[in-house]
């Protein structure tokens, strides 16, 4: 199973209280049920609302389930910034 590194931006960030940290996984799905089980409460709740990028690329629309992660990628939780 891949290692990956979650990176929380922002209101993420601060429900976290980590700016990163590392997990298995091999999917974005798998990813994000592991970041809720460590972090139940607010960020679940964060998480709701957030984008992420995985190695640098939008994951859009498309189901996390099915969004692949690699060895030593990285998702990038992006809450909605305020301003323009």
């Known amino acids: ?7 929380y931006w922002a209101a ?5 209280g980590i700016a990163d ?5 091999d999917s974005l799905a798998e990813a ?8 139940p409460g607010e960020l679940t ?12 690329a939008p994951v859009g629309t498309r189901a996390h389930e099915t969004v692949r992660l690699a060895e030593g990628g990285t998702v990038e ?8």
């Open 1 to 7: 199973m891949p290692k990956v590194t979650v990176r």
């Open 12 to 16: 993420a960030k601060a429900a976290a």
């Open 21 to 25: 940290e590392p997990y298995d996984a």
């Open 32 to 39: 994000l049920a592991a970041v809720r089980e460590r972090h």
């Open 45 to 56: 709740r964060v998480l709701r609302r957030c984008a992420f990028l995985v190695d640098g």
């Open 77 to 84: 939780v992006l809450p909605p910034f305020a301003g323009g």
